[in-house]
T-cell receptor, first 115, second 114 residues
Framework: AQSVTQLDSQVPVFEEAPVELRCNYS??????LFWYVQYPNQGLQLLLK??????LVKGINGFEAEFNKSQTSFHLRKPSVHISDTAEYFC?????????????FGKGTLLTVNP | GAVVSQHPSRVICKSGTSVKIECRSL??????MFWYRQFPKQSLMLMAT?????????EQGVEKDKFLINHASLTLSTLTVTSAHPEDSSFYIC??????????FGDGTRLSIL
């Protein structure tokens, strides 16, 4: 079994400030890790993914995340946020990167960027 | 990137009717499609996994006779909510994938049952 914990349900920040959205996971096997963003009344868009290799993963819109196996974490960061980054962010884990593997999602973190 | 189209984006109907939601992969052949349900301010709950040409695999607690899933081609899967009731009102999202690709999501369908 696998699970994902997003420690913060809401994160308010000011524009141009740095942000970190936290994600911890638990699994008895190796995992693949993902961050998705959801804008209001829309589906999910993939920000970045960790499958293997370098533990620092760069994604779209200036986001990056670092896989830390010893701490079972995959925190999402951005050095300077914009108003347009306001959205819900979901961390997810699967046991494989292919089509046969189900995603388990965290409960989400609402990032609100204020002017 | 890969595009998944979901239709309709919003539907309002009377209690007791059946509603069909379509999920199409526009630029790739999706061997697997997933259907999720999302309650307000909550995460996505996987309802079922659909492989082309075979019966869907439903998650525990999801009524397969209530939520009919058909994946007849590599680009189309449908979810039919049969005899819908107000408690079925929710945001339904599909995703599609193939091989080693990550899941690509549709824009969701807001279903409201009166």
């Amino acid at each position: 079994a696998q699970s994902v914990t997003q420690l913060d349900s809401q994160v308010p920040v000011f524009e141009e400030a740095p942000v970190e959205l936290r994600c911890n996971y638990s699994s008895s096997v190796s995992v693949y890790l993902f961050w998705y963003v959801q804008y209001p009344n829309q589906g999910l868009q993939l920000l970045l993914k960790y499958l293997s290799g370098s533990t620092l993963v760069k994604g779209i819109n200036g986001f990056e995340a670092e896989f830390n196996k010893s701490q079972t974490s995959f925190h999402l960061r951005k050095p300077s946020v914009h108003i347009s980054d306001t959205a819900e962010y979901f961390c997810a884990v699967s046991q494989g990167g292919g089509s046969n593997y189900k995603l388990t999602f965290g409960k989400g973190t609402l990032l609100t960027v204020n002017p | 990137g890969a595009v998944v189209s979901q239709h309709p984006s919003r539907v309002i109907c009377k209690s007791g009717t059946s509603v069909k939601i379509e999920c199409r992969s526009l630029d790739f052949q999706a061997t697997t499609m997933f259907w999720y349900r999302q309650f307000p301010k909550q995460s996505l709950m996987l309802m079922a996994t659909s492989n082309e040409g075979s019966k869907a695999t439903y998650e525990q607690g999801v009524e397969k006779d209530k939520f009919l899933i058909n994946h007849a081609s590599l680009t189309l899967s449908t979810l039919t909510v049969t005899s819908a009731h107000p408690e079925d009102s929710s945001f339904y999202i599909c995703s599609a994938t193939a091989g080693a690709q990550p899941q690509h999501f549709g824009d969701g369908t807001r279903l409201s049952i009166l």
